[in-house]
């Protein structure tokens, strides 16, 4: 398969962040393996993941707590469509069943389609489409705090496509793209119809190499979102400057700073603007162990208080490689979240334990223990959850 280089990474990333996004309760398989096909290759996998919630709905009093068997199976084929093309096709579904609350079962399912055409060995055109059918949990999004209040999940789904034009090698790279997004929810309507948006985004990257294993770099993003219904239309600018950098084996990150302003349409809502960041990095002070630590903040839109979501983010992590099959890492994070033209303030915390024995190289065992919690100047959406399980991946 000719996915190399920059581009095969490009598409690479584009695939984890589904995965990471969409499968939080299984884990995937071990090595990965393949079936070999005429001028492709076929990527299957399965996650299996059986859970304790003890508190599924996110509430502070009368918590019901459930069982959950999710299964995550997943398909993807990338194939040579010529001597500088290359083409992908994946498909992932996750499908929970919920022991003792069978309104909340679901059945989420992302396809994605994408391709990439080097000319040249700078030039790379790249271009996505994807479909998302997806659900809000009771107890998140609109019905959080009031999860009741409904007798089923919030599900929606999502067209979504993007254009990127990348010019460079390595560090050294100008980069432009697009991205559409619909999204629609598709029951539950006395509330979700004030969801449904679309957003058409531009960007522009810049990467200079200043030194061997050092890049500066400037991203400019331009957004525009309009709702069907809902008087929320604004449009956001975004500017970051940043570095990024590899100074040993041991330690490599990327730093980000800068300003963001959302502007909203309509002129009896209060405009927002202020810092915005972006940090992330990884330091491995020992080839089997290492600490990840992030933070952000960022303005996100609204899930039915207020007009826009002012969110902070910083989390920190350890993996560690006990022996060559046994792995352990450790997870905090904690988030605070403010609610434009609303009194509502957040702050969200968690704690995770997870560990992994990889039986054969085809073959991962897995058990996690997890913990959260809510705490809201917002009466009755203060809540506490703790979730215990165990997990297999399988890469057939």
Same mark, same amino acid.
């Given at each position: ?102 309104? %909340?079962?679901? *059945? ?6 994408? $391709? /990439?055409?080097?000319? #040249? +060995?700078?030039?790379? &055109?790249? @271009? ?90 400037? %991203?400019?993003? *331009? ?6 219904? $809902? /008087?929320?239309?604004? #449009? +956001?600018?975004?500017? &970051?400057? @940043? ?154």
């Amino acid at each position: 398969m000719a996915l190399q280089g920059k581009n095969r990474d490009w598409m690479a990333a584009v695939v984890l962040s589904s995965l990471v996004a969409g499968q939080a309760h299984a884990i995937k398989g071990g090595e990965p393996s393949s079936v070999i096909l005429d001028g492709g290759v076929f990527y299957p996998s399965i996650g299996i993941a059986l859970t304790h919630d003890d508190n599924i709905f996110r509430t502070a009093t009368n918590k019901k707590s459930s069982t959950l068997l999710v299964l995550t199976p997943t398909a993807r084929l990338e194939y040579d469509a010529g001597e500088a093309t290359q083409v992908a096709f994946e498909v992932d579904m996750e499908r929970g069943v919920y022991f003792s609350s069978s309104d %909340d079962n679901y *059945l989420d399912v992302d396809l994605v389609g994408e $391709a /990439a055409y080097l000319p #040249t +060995e700078r030039l790379t &055109l790249y @271009g996505r489409l994807g479909y998302k059918r997806g659900h809000e949990a009771r107890g998140t999004g609109t019905s959080a705090g009031n999860p009741l209040t409904i007798t089923e999940p919030d599900r929606f789904h999502l067209w979504s496509g993007e254009a990127r034009v990348s010019y460079g090698i390595g560090e050294q790279k100008l980069e432009f793209g697009y991205v559409h997004e619909n999204r629609k929810y598709d029951n539950n309507r006395a509330n979700t119809v004030f969801q449904d948006r679309k957003s058409d985004a531009v960007s522009a990257g810049l990467s200079m190499k200043v030194a061997p294993n050092t890049a500066m770099t400037l %991203d400019l993003d *331009l957004q525009k979102i309009n709702y069907d219904v $809902a /008087a929320l239309d604004s #449009t +956001e600018l975004r500017g &970051l400057v @940043g570095v990024r950098w590899e100074a040993t084996y041991q330690t490599a990150g990327f730093a980000k700073v800068g300003w963001q302003k959302k502007n909203m349409s309509s002129a009896a809502l209060n405009d927002a603007s202020g810092a915005s960041w972006e940090l992330g990095v990884d330091w491995k002070p020992l080839s089997y162990s290492s600490f990840q630590l992030s933070t952000s903040r960022d303005f996100g839109e609204s899930d039915g208080v207020g007009s826009y979501q002012d969110t902070r983010n910083l989390g920190l992590a350890w993996s560690h490689d006990w022996t060559d099959v046994l792995g352990t890492r450790l997870s905090l994070d904690t988030s605070s979240i403010k609610y434009g033209g609303n009194t509502r303030k957040d702050k969200n915390r968690s704690w995770g334990v997870n560990v992994e024995y990889r039986a054969r190289p085809w073959l991962l065992l897995g058990a996690s223990l997890s913990h959260s919690r809510r705490d809201s100047n917002t009466a009755g959406l203060d809540y506490k959850d703790n979730q215990i399980g165990v997990q297999i991946g399988i890469n057939m």
